[in-house]
């Protein structure tokens, strides 16, 4: 039983965090619940359309393609740097000079904005130009990430893990640090093996940081838009159009404000379900 | 209209109204009966009220997306059925 908490004082200090959530969260989700059901073309003026707009993109293939593009790419992206992250934070030294030197490189390419980084491996990938393009077509394989659906895919897989592993070693890593030396002098007497250390004591000493790491790529990956968009635009056709470049095609490019609203609120739950889920199953058990 | 561009509705009003007098409430329950009330429930997760309202909040949000998909307008059974739900939910999770 818990005890009733006498002083409540500390709210209080908690109240400039809930203004600014409600000015930068909650006023434009609300604002956009608002947009869902409505239709406009502009000037403020807007007209009641009910659930015209849910029932529309519920059924939309369109919609369908995107949402199974998304999840194809995250769980990609997901199955490829989790653990890669995690191998190569096991790698790392953990004294010595290179260790900031490793850090430091693995730093480096989470430091690259993430248009810089889609304009990058767009130059870097051209068959014509690019210094990887020129390579893969001289080793004799067909690739043009420009015109061909496989090579586009690859080419916007590789650029996630490129660009974003590095967390996913920089956070497993603090994990790997955190293990007192004791553990592994133990495991040693016990004459345990490389991989009974690893499944026994580092990776349950990790699951708090992989739990973070794992949402924080899952959700990045869900809402990916600017390196893909700068790298293919969508293209070619439609088969690396994700879902948040799609929606904003719908809301930017068509201007379909309502339609729009409408996605970001299903595009939202499927965000919040998933994370929800995903910590759920990870941090199960974690309080016995 | 200072609010206009929010382009606010009676209907979306009265939802946020709604979401709003449910957090109330579970402050009001919080404070006369404070911990939570955890347990571990038939899906084996350890859940306390607040994430008990979560859950039904969400599933609701589920529910009728699903019953537009499959059904269309109006969403009343979808409301039926998230009620039913919901009450499931602080039963048994």
């Known amino acids: 039983m818990t005890a009733r908490t006498t002083n409540q004082k500390a709210w209080w200090l908690v109240a400039p965090v809930v203004v600014l959530v409600a000015f930068n969260a909650l006023v434009p989700m609300m604002t956009v619940v608002n947009y869902s059901f409505q239709e406009t073309f502009g000037d403020n003026v807007f007209f009641w359309e009910g659930f015209k707009w849910y029932e529309e993109l519920l059924r939309s293939e369109r919609f369908h393609d995107a949402l199974v593009r998304q999840l194809a790419f995250t769980a990609t992206i997901l199955a490829i740097e989790v653990p890669l992250g995690v191998a190569i934070a096991l790698a790392m030294p953990r004294r010595g000079p290179w260790v900031s030197v490793c850090l430091v490189l693995m730093a480096l390419p989470l430091l690259i ?115 893909p968009f700068v790298l293919t635009g969508g293209g070619p056709g439609n088969t690396t159009t994700f879902l948040s470049i799609d929606l904003v095609k719908v809301a930017l490019g068509q201007f379909d404000l309502g339609p729009a609203a409408a996605m970001s609120l299903v595009y939202f739950m499927i965000v919040l379900l998933l994370s929800w889920v995903f910590y759920t199953v990870m941090m199960r058990n974690e309080g016995t | 209209m200072l609010l206009s561009w929010m382009a606010w509705t009676w209907q979306t009003a009265a939802f946020f109204v709604l979401v709003a007098l449910a957090l109330v409430a579970m402050g009001i329950w919080e404070w006369r009966s404070p911990g939570g009330a ?25 529910i009728h997306l699903g019953w537009l998909a499959a059904f269309g307008a109006p969403p009343w059974g979808a409301l039926a059925v998230s009620v039913l739900f919901a009450v499931a939910v602080f039963r048994w999770v």
């Open chain 2, 38 to 62: 955890p347990r571990r429930g038939i899906l084996g997760l350890d859940t306390t009220r607040g994430d008990r309202l979560f859950i039904s909040l969400l599933g609701a949000g589920f």
């Open chain 1, 113 to 227: 904005p993430w248009n810089v980084v889609g304009a990058m491996w767009n130059i870097f990938a051209l068959p014509d130009i690019g210094l990887l393009g020129r390579l893969i077509n001289g080793l004799g394989v067909d690739y043009n990430f420009t015109q061909d659906p496989t090579s586009a895919w690859v080419t916007t897989v590789v650029m996630d893990v490129w660009h974003w592993t590095s967390l996913v070693v920089l956070l497993a890593y603090a994990g790997l640090c955190s293990i007192p030396d004791a553990y592994y002098q133990a495991a040693k007497i016990d004459g345990a093996s490389a991989w009974s250390v690893f499944r026994h004591i580092q990776l349950p000493k990790m699951k708090r940081v992989l739990t973070i790491a794992i949402l924080l790529r899952f959700m990045d990956s869900f809402m990916i838009y600017t390196e």
